[in-house]
């Protein structure tokens, strides 16, 4: 079956600009995380969505950054008035559930702010 | 809180010899534990998890971890390397509760060569 895809697969934006990234989870998986993979910060943590509960936001790095998930399948991952620093590789997993269930990774979006 | 730390940045092997790639953990109670692999413009896949069971894991690709509690460790082996194995590698440790997020170490380059 189809994995977890993301698109753009890369966007390049001005400074200041806002951006929306993309993410579509596995059919039938409750759990989707967003991460980020930069030169200096590595792989961190941005948010969780579970199901309809609450999610958790406590990776989000500044209140630029909002996320969504619709109909608990598609995120949007929106990053407001963009800065050098949100350069990065934004990663999308899913898993059939939280906890210690493997997370799908899909292949990323690459941003560049310019 | 739970973190893990890949002893090497860079590994480099040749081809058909073993490979060690190097992990501790730190965490207040026993930890759920993975190895994910990264080829260069792909994405992130599970190559094999620990969660309290078998102290010995295998994964995929003829790859194996154990986990060693006196020793914090979760070092990832494989007896002969292969060309295809030439890729990032992540140990990663997982947040149970509420947040399943992951924290990943800082990364591994295997290198392989003829």
């Known amino acids: 079956g189809a994995g977890v895809s993301q698109s753009p697969s890369n966007k390049v934006t001005e400074k200041g600009k806002d951006v929306e990234l993309r993410c579509d989870p596995i059919s039938g998986h409750t759990a989707l995380y967003w991460y980020r993979q930069s030169l200096g910060q590595g792989l961190e943590f941005l948010i969780y969505?579970?199901?309809?509960?609450?999610?958790?936001k406590s990776g989000l790095p500044s209140d630029r950054f909002s996320a969504e998930r619709t109909g608990g399948s598609v995120s949007t991952l929106t990053i407001q008035r963009t800065q050098q620093e949100d350069s990065a590789v934004y990663l999308c997993?899913?898993?059939?559930?939280?906890?210690?269930?493997?997370?799908?990774f899909g292949p990323g979006t690459r941003l560049t702010v310019t | 809180a739970q973190s893990v730390t890949q002893l090497d940045s860079h590994v480099s092997v040749s081809e058909g010899t073993p490979v060690l790639l190097r992990c501790n953990y730190s965490s207040s109670y026993s930890p759920s534990l993975f190895w994910y692999v990264q080829h260069p413009n792909k994405g992130l896949q599970l190559l094999l998890k620990?969660?309290?069971?078998?102290?010995l894991v295998k994964g995929i690709n003829g790859f194996e971890a154990e986990f060693k509690k006196s020793e914090t460790s979760f070092h990832l082996t494989k007896p002969s390397a292969h060309m295809s194995d030439a890729a990032e590698y992540f140990c990663v440790v997982i947040h149970t509760g509420t947040a399943s997020k992951l924290t990943f170490g800082t990364g591994t380059r295997l290198q392989v060569t003829l």
């Open positions: 620990y969660t309290s069971a078998a102290t």
């Open positions: 969505f579970q199901g309809n509960s609450a999610p958790d």
């Open positions: 997993a899913s898993s059939i559930a939280g906890g210690i269930h493997e997370q799908y």
